[in-house]
């Protein structure tokens, strides 16, 4: 049998390759160095640019993490041409979803089985992604490949079809409740037979696909954490180093696999400025003298070490006084912004001085140390403030939720685009969505299995959306970001389709739908907008060449 095949390699693979010791203390790498074996067509990383053949690559793209779960061949292409003709040019899958025990789901659906703990790759399903990859070089789309999701809940068996939300695909703690059942989510990263069968899977469909040319790059995790989905336990020994080790060993791994392309961790983008680093971050490149540019998709200057906290303080007591500032100007009114609701004005300090989640390691994940390892080629955050906090805003500032909302997503985008600048690496926005009014009772957070709806009095309208996600494109261009993906693709007029299916059970000819489905034309033009922004980078200011 073919897999069982695959499997023997890999554990020779395994045996073989020299691995990569954790790194225990500072190191430092060149990031102008080309980070690129040569070979036309592919994809790289050179200094804070993606490049292909010497020729800047900016991209705006789209997640459809459910497209290898379609009814068959047609639906796919279907789908590539609609993400073609929005000039979106790369797409962002999950190559991966594991079945455990006995399955009468299509072959081509999962890449997987666990059976009696027992690890088997399916070649169907790596087929699949193969022919992804074909249909999508034919429309000059690059696929990034996520291999992993740091989100797998246990699914009830009367919930909705495996494949339909993006959290049931199994994961992380496929390999630890399989191995070791009851364990804790964090044995993902720590544990060495958890581990050898991640690499097992990883030497199952990497070699297969290292040679095409379509593949953007490889995800080793969407959105890894110490913290798994509800009802998963933690240790409470996960740290950000855990998984920063994790990310570069894990990365080295895959460059042995595949030298041809690019490795990103697909990490939140979460901070921790008060720890203790594994890498430290390059010399700032010389200071060019000569004719000034424009500064339209240029990186800020503004800072070349990492995030530290009396920074993030500095950037509160900025944003305090221009609440300041506006509520003066408009003394004591409830006034209406953007046709949402306006706080009364009361005071402008924050109601702690603790920084939160996403400054202080808490979620284990450190992105400023993670993407300076030297085997991670470019850096990765995302935005979804219905799951997540981020913002500096001050409370009681004066505006409206929806425009705190807007603010909290231009003041995270600026300072990611700073990291990417400090560090030397490409930048993507690698998901971003805000669930709106039409998506409100489908809303069914990462973590868990159950639909959350979110009131129309607090949903934002699709006008507010739209205006949300322009804002936020624009910014990510005005920083310089190399990439922009959108999260999620939203697809109609799908074939109808066996049980297999999420086409048949679920959705009745639509893509799936976890409040972030983007099936309106108008945010659509929206990407497309951005797409074209991102490609109007490419010109007499890069080094293109014929």
Wanted: proline share 6%; glycine share 10%.
């Amino acid at each position: 049998m073919r897999s069982a095949s695959l499997f023997t390699a890999g554990l020779l693979a395994l045996s073989t390759v020299v691995a990569t010791s954790s790194p225990t203390r500072v190191q430092q790498r060149n990031p102008q160095s080309k980070r690129w074996n040569g070979t036309p067509g592919f994809v790289y990383a050179e200094g804070e640019k993606f490049k292909v053949d010497g020729r800047d690559f900016y991209f705006a793209g789209t997640t459809a993490y459910w497209l290898t779960q379609v009814h068959g061949n047609d639906d796919i292409k279907k789908t590539l041409d609609d993400i073609a003709a929005h000039k979106l040019a790369v797409v962002r899958i999950w190559g991966f979803r594991e079945v455990v025990g006995a399955t009468n789901d299509d072959p081509a659906t999962y890449t997987q089985q666990w059976v009696n703990g027992e690890q088997k790759c399916n070649q169907h399903g790596i087929d699949r992604i193969k022919f992804i990859l074909d249909e999508a070089q034919k429309r000059g789309i690059y696929v990034q490949i996520s291999l992993t999701n740091n989100w797998s809940p246990d699914f009830p068996a009367n919930g909705k079809h495996p494949g339909s939300l993006s959290n049931s695909y199994g994961g992380m703690d496929t390999y630890v409740q399989q191995i070791h059942p009851g364990g804790d989510h964090d044995l993902f990263y720590t544990d060495d037979a958890v581990k050898d069968a991640y690499k097992k899977w990883l030497n199952c469909i990497i070699p297969q696909l290292a040679s095409h040319k379509a593949v953007f790059a490889w995800e080793l995790a969407n959105d890894p954490r110490c913290q798994g989905a509800k009802g998963r336990t933690t240790s409470g020994s996960c740290k950000t180093h855990t998984i920063t080790r994790w990310t570069a060993d894990t990365a080295d791994f895959v460059k042995s696999l595949d030298p041809y392309h690019m490795v990103s961790s697909g990490d939140g983008g979460f901070y921790c400025t008060d720890c203790p680093k594994l890498f430290s971050l390059p010399p700032p490149p010389p200071t060019v003298s000569g004719g000034s540019q424009s500064n339209v998709g240029k990186r800020s200057k503004k800072r070349t070490g990492y995030l530290t906290t009396p920074m993030v303080r500095e950037r509160i007591k900025a944003r305090e006084k221009a609440a300041y500032r506006a509520a003066r100007n408009a003394p004591g009114a409830k006034k209406a912004i953007r046709g949402g609701w306006a706080a009364p004005v009361t005071s402008f300090k924050r109601q702690s001085s603790e920084l939160g989640s996403s400054f202080d390691g808490s979620f284990g994940v450190d992105t400023e140390d993670i993407v300076s390892a030297p085997s991670v080629d470019f850096g990765s955050f995302q935005f979804f403030p219905d799951q997540n906090v981020y913002g500096l805003e001050p409370s009681g500032n004066g505006l409206s939720s929806f425009d705190n909302v807007v603010q909290q997503g231009l003041d995270w985008i600026q300072l990611q685009g700073e990291t990417g600048n400090a560090v030397g690496k490409p930048t993507t926005l690698n998901g971003f969505g805000i669930v709106s009014q039409p998506n409100a009772n489908t809303f069914t957070p990462f973590s868990s299995t159950t639909p959350t709806p979110i009131g129309n009095d607090v949903a934002p309208t699709e006008e507010q959306q739209v205006d949300a996600y322009k804002q936020w494109i624009a910014q990510a261009n005005q920083v310089g970001l190399t990439g922009i993906t959108q999260y999620q693709w939203g697809q109609t007029n799908l074939a109808s389709a066996p049980a297999s299916s999420v086409t048949s059970r679920d959705l009745q000819g639509t893509s799936p739908n976890d409040g972030y489905s983007a099936y309106s034309e108008a945010i659509k033009e929206v990407l497309t907008k951005g797409a074209e922004a991102q490609q109007g980078r490419i010109g007499p200011g890069s080094d293109q060449t014929a």
